[in-house]
């Protein structure tokens, strides 16, 4: 089920795998990091147990092609570090319309990346995602931390900008990963392959936006870099952080400005959204009123879609 | 995982085609179809997929005030050379529900080629003649049936589930074609007659069925004569159509208020 282009040697390679979910910030980071290194394609994974077809090329009335989302792994050699990458366009699911991993499919999934692992002696397995919190798109994200064993937490609280769990006001170090992120955590830990999962904070109220959210994936790859000792230019990722963050700006603006919303609404968002800018831990809101919120943005970022797709 | 295929008895089949109709198509076309081959053939049931593994079983549907129970059906009559397969389209494991379909369509009935039956809603009047649109799975397959007038589509986009088992028929060497009737988008919630004619007209040429359309021809007639009357009672309704049938289009709101108005005159007409 997996195809390899390649049998390159690699001396003790670390993996990073990225998947799609909020803000897109777990591919975003992976794939960065994959163009920055001039990581070349290893293999992938067959699709046809995983996923459907996304698309069709019918020409002149002949099937010509039918596309699959692709689950590639690459590699690079690189001074002081070997790397495995395997960057996913879905995940798989037994039940359709879900956008993160369920089910039998998805355990396969992670045990096949677990495979390639074995077979080039992986170190070490690194995922990435996004942590949803209370912060605001114009603070720093900071990158939560979950290892699949206690030997790495010491390890972990030395690098900047990360958080364990067990920081997290209110959490008392319990959470729950959703999707192929954290089921690859506890599918290494069976096969004893240590594995992190860094995520990136995104603020709550983006969580429904049809927009990556670099700004976390940048906070992602400034870490992993970090840890593996490997130097990239990071700038590319930065100016493309700007540019989302002057579109949640202006989207923002509108919805405050939005007569579909009654007055009183609007003002309760904007207070909300406006106090995130001073914290950054959970607790000045609360889960009811998050909801609430989420609801009106969410109904907001629905009608814009719509708009743009009457627009074409 | 347990194997999704029972098959009750074994077919009688040789250099077969399979015909593949589904369920809940617009126009409910694949049924009809299928509904009418059947009939034809005298098909009998001889196996089936079974559908714990493909639909959410979840609870039951009712339908015309009885329970039913999706299901994934293959048939055959008198002809041995023609297999049908009616289904609900899965509503997860695609993959492993064609692949079924495909391992029983070789294994048990030596299928040679496959044709699926699906509806292209489209803006034409119920008075216009209906094209009928094909993909094939492969070139030599389009060659052989250029005499048929069938009409060649050119697209891109997300695949339907025909085009997925043609897909998977290809990788098998199995020549396949997908039939899409133009069916008229103000009968696509109720029955389209005249496309449903369409396909039939052309498995009647291609297996040489002698197939008798003289039911389908009242079918047409009646509904025709429907849609006369309700032209009659609703000038409105006569507006839109008549600007259907001198070649113009509808705005959506237009499309709409058509859509509904033949809709519901047409199942008051059915009770």
């Known amino acids: 089920m997996i195809k390899y282009c390649k049998e390159p040697e690699l001396e003790s390679p670390d993996l990073i795998c990225g998947w799609p979910g909020i803000g897109r910030i777990g591919t975003l980071a992976v794939d960065y990091i994959r163009r920055a290194v001039k990581a070349e394609e290893l293999g992938e994974i067959e ?45 798989p699911s ?11 499919k998805a ?40 290892p699949n064993s206690e030997e790495l937490i010491d390890e972990l609280k030395d690098y900047e900008n990360i ?24 599918a290494a830990r069976k096969r004893n392959i240590q594995s ?19 700004k976390a994936s940048m906070a992602v790859v400034k870490v992993l870099t970090h840890i593996l000792g490997i130097d990239i230019d990071i700038r ?26 009654p007055q009183q609404i609007r003002d309760q968002i904007r207070d909300s959204i406006e106090k995130m800018k001073s914290i950054n831990t959970s607790g000045p809101i609360t889960k009811e009123d998050e909801r609430r919120i989420m609801g009106h943005i969410d109904e907001f970022f629905k009608k814009r879609k719509k708009g743009n797709e009457g627009a074409n | 995982m347990k194997e999704p295929i029972e098959v009750y008895r074994q077919p009688d089949l040789e250099n077969a085609s399979l015909i593949v109709g589904w369920q809940n198509s617009s126009g409910n076309l694949g049924s009809k179809v299928v509904e009418y081959l059947s009939r ?8 089936e997929i079974e559908p714990v593994q493909f639909f959410p079983l979840n609870g039951v549907e009712v339908e015309n005030n009885i329970a039913k129970m999706p299901f994934s059906r293959f048939s055959s009559g008198d002809r041995k050379d023609l297999v049908i397969f009616e289904s609900e389209p899965p509503s997860f494991d695609k993959y492993r529900f064609l692949k079924s379909v495909l391992d029983t369509g070789e294994y048990y009935c030596k299928i040679k080629d496959l044709y699926t039956i699906d509806g292209i809603v489209s803006p034409i009047s119920h008075t216009s003649p209906r094209r ?32 997925f088992l043609l897909w998977l028929a290809q990788n098998r060497g199995i020549p396949g074609l997908s039939l899409w009737p133009e069916i008229s988008f103000y009968l696509s919630a109720t029955e389209d007659p005249k496309a449903v004619k369409s396909v039939l007209s052309f498995f009647n040429r291609r297996f040489d069925l002698g197939l008798d359309f003289g039911d389908l021809d009242s079918q047409i007639k009646t509904q025709n004569g429907n849609l006369a009357l309700l032209r009659k009672e609703n000038p409105e309704i006569d507006d839109y159509i008549s600007t259907l049938e001198v070649g113009l289009s509808l705005n959506e709101d237009d499309q709409l208020k058509l859509a509904q108005g033949v809709t519901e005159f047409l199942e008051k007409m059915l009770v």
Not at chain 1, 140 to 145: D, F, G, K, Q, Y
Not at chain 1, 168 to 174: K, N, S, V
């Open chain 1, 47 to 91: 699709p046809l147990d995983f996923f459907e077809p996304n698309k069709a090329i019918i020409l002149n009335g002949l099937l010509n092609s039918l596309e699959f989302p692709s689950s590639k792994f690459y590699y690079r050699k690189t001074d002081k570090k070997d790397l495995l990458l395997f960057i996913a366009e879905e995940q």
């Open chain 1, 196 to 214: 992190i999962c860094l995520m990136g904070e995104i603020p709550y109220y983006l969580q429904g936006s049809p927009w990556p959210y670099p």
């Open chain 2, 40 to 47: 034809h053939l005298q098909a009998r049931t001889f196996g």
């Open chain 1, 236 to 261: 590319p990722l930065e100016n493309m952080s700007g540019k989302v963050e002057e579109t949640i700006d202006s989207f923002l603006q509108n919805l405050f400005e939005s007569e579909a919303i």
């Open chain 1, 94 to 104: 037994n039940e359709s319309a879900k956008i993160y991993a369920v089910g039998e």
């Open chain 1, 163 to 186: 958080v364990l769990m067990s920081d997290i006001e209110g959490r008392r170090g319990q959470g729950f990963i959703i999707g192929l992120n954290g089921l690859m955590l506890g």
């Open chain 2, 132 to 163: 009928l649109w094909a993909v094939y799975s492969d070139g030599d397959f389009q060659k052989r049936l250029r005499d048929y007038e069938l009409e060649n589509i050119t697209w891109e986009g997300p695949p339907t589930l025909s085009s």
């Open chain 1, 107 to 146: 355990y396969q999934l992670a045990n096949l990346v677990l495979d390639v692992a074995y077979k080039f002696k992986c170190r070490r397995i690194y995922t990435s995602g996004a942590a949803i919190t209370q912060t605001h798109h114009t603070l720093p994200p900071r990158v939560w931390a979950v």
